[in-house]
């Protein structure tokens, strides 16, 4: 089942510019990811952020958790053409990963 | 360190024949686990190996696909008879301990059913 939703569904940007999208999700986690998909390949993992957590950054990536809220951020600064890809949030809950449809970003020069 | 290894990358059958997918895994990931993604969604989990035995296989069609994973490393799915539903990419996945830790994939094979 694919418990996270996110927000907005495409995404189209110039370089330079920051780019932000949401996850919202329905039950308790035990932590929440993201993940990045380059046309035709496999998901690369981007960061993991733990229930106990609010904030966490890695290079020019920024996520937030609200718990109350059930939701999740991402946010890339500065982005690049190579920035362009599906970007899927995860959700550590019962005994599985469950992830969602995926924001699809372009980013054009 | 090599990457989560899938073959083959693309595969062309005719529906009602059978199909199989091979995965191995990064050296010394206990977890193995194999998603289906249709276009436009993200992986849904088919079954999930800790070591050699499956423990979640509860969204795997039992009537037609089928999995093992011998010896803990390399697994190989399998779907016999093929549909035309079945056309999508099947990925697999591997993780050093549990589902809550995070997973590697592969490139995927991407199966066309005509």
């Known amino acids: 089942s694919q418990q996270g939703e996110e927000d907005p569904q495409a995404l189209s940007i110039q370089e330079g510019e920051n780019a932000t999208m949401n996850c919202s999700y329905k039950t308790s986690i035990n932590n929440l990811q993201w993940y990045r998909q380059n046309s035709g390949r496999g998901l690369v993992h981007l960061i993991l952020?733990?229930?106990?957590?609010r904030e966490k950054h890695s290079g020019r990536l920024r996520v937030t958790l609200d718990t109350s809220k059930k939701s999740s951020s991402l946010l890339i600064t500065a982005s690049r053409a190579a920035d362009t890809a599906s970007y899927f949030c995860?959700?550590?809950?019962?005994?599985?990963?469950?992830f969602g449809k995926g924001t699809s970003l372009l980013v054009t020069p | 360190e090599a990457g989560v290894v899938q073959s083959p990358r693309y595969k062309i059958i005719e529906k009602k024949q059978p199909v199989a997918f091979w995965c191995n895994p990064i050296s010394g990931h206990n977890t193995l686990y194999w998603y289906l993604q249709n276009l436009g969604q993200g992986p849904e989990l088919l079954i999930r190996y800790e070591n050699e035995e499956a423990v979640d296989d509860s969204q795997l069609p039992k009537d037609r696909f089928s999995a093992e994973r011998l010896k803990g490393v390399d697994s190989t799915l399998k779907i016999q008879p093929a549909e035309l539903g079945d056309s999508a990419v099947y990925l697999c996945?591997?993780?050093?301990?549990?589902?809550?830790?995070?997973?590697?994939f592969g490139p995927g094979t991407r199966l066309t059913v005509l």
């Open positions: 996945a591997s993780s050093l301990g549990r589902y809550t830790d995070t997973q590697y």
């Open positions: 995860a959700t550590a809950s019962g005994y599985a990963l469950n």
């Open positions: 952020i733990r229930s106990n957590e």
